[in-house]
């Protein structure tokens, strides 16, 4: 059972950047592929990053492409979402998730394990 925790949220003005982690204990991310979620309040959960096991891959929605960076580090269990040049419309509850997936997927139902979410806001 992989428990994971998200941290680095916080208020940043619009421009500005933060770094989420994401820590995953009970389990090793070796083999799992990870994704990033937002959630703003009224609207449905969304991917915005998504990482294969080995990080060769990555996905991005059109939002947040050319801002947004997944990164992982498996030998510390460790996922990160770099976010630049924020914006207001960026503010939302962010999600780390896990799935057992052998590819990338980039649907919440594909995702088994679930952080408790990090809020970031963006002031403009």
């Known amino acids: 059972q992989v428990q994971l925790v998200e941290s680095g949220g916080g208020l940043v003005q619009a421009g500005g950047s933060l770094r989420l982690s994401c820590a995953a204990s009970g389990g090793t991310l070796r083999s799992i592929v990870m994704g990033w979620f937002r959630q703003a309040p009224g609207k449905e959960r969304e991917v915005v990053a998504a990482i294969s096991w080995s990080g060769s891959n990555t996905y991005y929605p059109d939002s947040v492409k050319g801002r947004f960076t997944i990164s992982r580090d498996n030998a510390k269990n460790m996922v990160y979402l770099q976010m630049n040049s924020l914006r207001p419309e960026d503010t939302a509850v962010y999600y780390c998730?896990?799935?057992?997936?052998?590819?990338?997927?980039?649907?919440?139902?594909?995702?088994?394990?679930w952080g408790q979410g990090t809020q970031v806001t963006v002031s403009s």
């Open positions: 998730a896990a799935s057992t997936s052998n590819y990338i997927v980039t649907m919440t139902p594909d995702y088994g394990y």
